[in-house]
Structure formats: structure tokens, C-alpha cells
């Protein structure tokens, strides 16, 4: 419930917030309105800014963009990332342990911190920057706070105890209703809901103040949403071209002549290009909307007929928060490459995956209803226990005896989630075939297949 924050006893508390994306620094904002963050006046509040992007000197800092004023009342003071470790980038850097007390000292005296309390509320506590400021704040209580779907998937590397036992708690969104999250619930850290009205404020606010195009007559277009998953390494460019293409057809073809297209910032202009030549040859009229706003500020203003996309966060944001037609775009051939198996892109993934319709099936698109809290407690529920086990067995290990029920009992259909040579390693249902299930648990037989594999690679070689 909102409201459970606790101030530190003593002196005024300087509240350090970090945020690399629009989305991640509305979140923070719905937070603190919502009270999740104590009074106002009772902390200095401090937003750092960062672009984690390959080139962040050839984008718009976030600080910088359309509607950023919306956000920018509920600080005290907004800093960049970038500008502060330059020539460092920030996604690659952090200090050495032992360095961490001078870059304290530094900190506190650009940003005129003085020697009180401090706290930090982050993204992902296991990348940079979040990592960097826990590391040179190395007393500090952290609160994390989750700006997507990743939040429902374990968290993905092993942390430090001392950094695991500093987390208070994780802010999220109700992006599925009835979903918990897993990250970080091997600290018992709670996990605490931003409300979803006062987010959609937040998103109405900055609407209003980005300069958004005006909408036309006549009836509503279908959004489609880039996400740049070359830069993932998920996707190849010419891979991603063709989905955004795919994207555009299975919208024509559901009867959609009105498309906007709304590409991620990095994406390359000549994608845009490939897009306008399949609308004039499909006879659909294609706007291309490139001015660097969120795509969940047009979903109250413009009311899109469909909203499409691969596993952008995004497409949860319009089905739960406004009630509008979703529709997914190459998740399963995704699930197939996807690599290694612990790629934390893989619950988002999922998750599209299992509960939106796939565009290219009419009829799927046409007779779906977002599941109710109830549904998705169940299959969904069980679903992602057992992903996020084969994920994270060490992390999760908790989780086995669920994930070992949803698999027993999904033999036949389990091979779209999860691969066998996962299930092998880890000695879960489906493995192998049920007459052969000793086989992973028997000692002998796995040594004298990895004797087979030695042998047949020596001869290969």
C-alpha cells in the first residue's frame, strides 16, 4: 500500500533520485505525488539524469525533451549523469571500492549535499549508473523502483549480501493486474504499487505540455510502436526492418488505413523510408511521428483503434491503463533465439507472449479481453514461476516445487516457454521422456555423456 515510507531519524535527508528514461522519471513522479516518498517538505530532493544510449552526445538529453517541465516541479535540483563523469559513459562505469569515499566527497560537494543523510531511489541495481551511486553512497538505504515488465522476472544476477540487505523495497507499476513481482524477493524485499490513477495524471501532464500533433477527423489510427532491439542484439536491423513492416501489414489487414508509427529515438531514419514505400503500396496513410516523446502520451490524446508491438512495455500500459486493442508481433520466433536462457528480456517477453494476441491472427485480435486479476493469478501466474526458476535456480530456488507442478502439468505445450536442454541441465519435468526421466538425476549415465561428448569433440578436432 502507498504510504509505508519511512523517513530516517535526525537530520533532513537528501533524496537522490536517478533516471535514464522519460518513462522511468514519470514513474518516480507518480511516486512521489502518491506520498511514497514522505513530505515534500522534509527532504531535499535531487534528480540525476543520465543517457545510457552507445551515443549519448548525438541524443536529446532527457532533461532536454518535450514535456520535461511537467516533471521537473517535483525536484529541488536536476543533474546530469553524463556531465558529472564525462569523458566516462555512463553505462559502463563505476568506481573501485576503495575510490568510493572520494567520489562521496565529490559528489556532495557539485551538488552541494553537505555531510546529512542520504537516499537512493534507482532503476536496475544491477547495472550503471544505479550501481555506480550505491557504490559511492555505500551506507545508504536504496529503494528500487521498476519502469516495466522486467520487474515480474527474478532478478538476474547474483547480489552482494551487503547491497541486497541496503534494499528497502520495490516500487512498480500494475501493468498486470494480479501479477507479483519477483525481483529481489530472495531479500524479502516488499514490493508496493505506484498508484495507477496518479500515474496517468503524470502521463496527462506530460502530454499536455510536449506539443503534440493534433489529432485528425475521421476514425482513429493504429499505433505502431518501435523498440530498436538491434541495439539489444536481440534482433539484426534488417530483422527489426522487416518486423516493423509485418507490424504495418497485419494492421492494413485488420482494416486499419489510418497507421501512425512511432520509431524508438535510435532508430535509423531509412527505417522510417522502408515503412512510407509498404503504406503507399497497401494504400494506407502512414504518419511517422520521430518528435522524442513517450508513446503512452498519445495513447489518451490520439485513442489509437490498435496499439502494436513486439514486448514493449508500452502494449501492457494501453491494454491495463486505458482499455485500448493490443496486438503482438513476432514473440514466438524471439522466444526461440533468444539467448542466453537468463536474458532478462525473456519475462517481458513472455508475458506478451502469453497474454496479448498475436496480429497476424484476426480472429485472436478481434475476440480478446485483457485477463482479469483472477485469470492471471493462475496459468500466467504459474507460468512465470517456472520461467523465472529455469532463469535463476540458485536466486529462485524457492520456486522449484511450483515451476515443477506448472511443467508436470504442461508436458504436451511447455516447449514454446522453455528449452530442453534448460530443462535437462536442471532435472525438471519435460525434459526427457517419462520413461527415461532417471536420467537426469542418475550420476553415472550424466558422467558417461559428458565421457561420449569429450570423446566425440577430440575426434572432431
Known amino acids: 500500500m502507498p504510504g509505508t515510507y519511512t523517513a530516517p531519524v535526525g537530520r533532513s535527508t537528501t533524496q537522490i533520485f536517478s533516471a535514464c528514461t522519460q518513462y522511468a522519471a514519470a514513474t518516480l513522479v507518480a511516486a512521489l505525488r502518491a506520498g511514497q516518498f514522505g513530505p515534500r517538505s522534509e527532504h531535499r530532493r535531487i534528480l540525476v539524469v543520465s543517457d545510457t544510449s552507445p551515443s549519448p552526445e548525438l541524443g536529446t538529453p532527457l532533461h532536454h525533451r518535450p514535456g520535461f517541465e511537467a516533471l521537473a516541479g517535483e525536484f529541488d535540483a536536476v543533474r546530469s549523469w553524463n556531465d558529472f563523469i564525462r569523458p ?35 532503476e536496475s541495481i544491477q547495472a550503471n549508473p544505479s550501481q555506480a551511486l550505491t557504490v559511492i553512497f555505500g551506507d545508504s538505504p536504496v529503494h528500487i523502483y521498476a519502469d516495466g515488465l522486467m520487474s515480474y522476472g527474478p532478478t538476474r544476477s547474483k ?50 505540455s510536449a506539443d503534440l500533433p493534433a489529432g485528425h477527423d475521421g476514425p482513429p489510427p493504429a499505433l505502431l510502436l518501435g523498440q530498436y532491439l538491434a541495439t539489444l542484439g536481440i534482433l539484426t536491423p534488417q530483422q527489426e526492418e522487416d518486423q516493423h513492416v509485418r ?19 535510435s532508430a535509423p531514419a531509412h527505417w522510417a523510408r522502408s515503412l512510407e514505400q509498404e503504406a503507399e503500396h497497401l494504400g494506407a496513410d502512414l504518419t511517422v511521428l520521430d518528435t522524442p516523446v513517450l508513446a503512452e502520451t498519445l495513447f489518451d490524446t490520439m485513442r489509437p483503434a490498435l496499439v502494436v508491438g513486439c514486448f514493449s512495455t508500452a502494449l501492457l500500459t494501453a491494454a491495463s491503463f486505458y482499455g485500448l486493442p493490443v496486438a503482438r508481433v513476432g514473440t514466438g520466433p524471439l522466444l526461440e533465439q533468444l539467448t542466453p536462457y537468463q536474458n532478462s528480456n525473456r519475462v517481458p517477453l513472455t508475458i506478451v507472449d502469453a497474454l496479448l494476441p498475436d496480429l497476424e491472427d484476426p480472429s485472436a485480435v478481434t475476440g480478446w479481453s485483457l485477463p482479469s486479476a483472477e485469470q492471471v493469478r493462475g496459468e500466467p501466474t504459474g507460468l512465470l514461476a517456472a520461467v523465472g526458476y529455469a532463469m535463476q535456480p540458485q ?35 519435460g525434459a526427457v521422456p517419462a520413461q527415461l526421466a532417471f536420467i537426469p538425476r542418475n550420476a553415472t549415465v550424466r558422467r558417461l555423456a559428458r565421457r561420449a561428448r569429450t570423446l566425440k569433440r577430440a575426434a572432431a578436432g
Not at 505445450?413 to 535437462?424: E, G
Open 247 to 265: 507490424m504495418l501489414r497485419g494492421a492494413v489487414a485488420l482494416g486499419h488505413t489510418r497507421i501512425v508509427f512511432k520509431p524508438h529515438p
Open 395 to 429: 536466486i529462485q530456488a524457492a520456486l522449484r516445487p511450483e515451476a515443477e507442478r506448472y511443467l508436470d502439468r504442461h508436458r504436451d505445450t511447455l516447449w514454446r516457454y522453455f528449452k530442453r536442454r534448460r530443462l535437462t541441465a536442471l532435472g525438471l519435468p
Open 88 to 122: 566516462f559513459h555512463p553505462a559502463g562505469w563505476s568506481p573501485r571500492d576503495q575510490d568510493a569515499p572520494l567520489w562521496e566527497r565529490a559528489v556532495r560537494a557539485a551538488w552541494e549535499i553537505g555531510d546529512g543523510p542520504v537516499e537512493i531511489a534507482c
Open 159 to 208: 547480489l552482494d549480501q551487503l547491497v541486497g540487505t541496503r534494499i528497502r523495497r520495490l516500487l512498480h507499476l500494475d501493468l498486470v493486474p494480479g501479477l507479483r513481482p519477483l525481483l529481489l524477493t530472495e531479500f524479502g524485499v516488499a514490493s508496493e504499487i505506484v498508484p495507477t490513477d496518479v500515474f496517468l495524471k503524470v502521463l496527462a501532464d506530460l502530454a499536455g
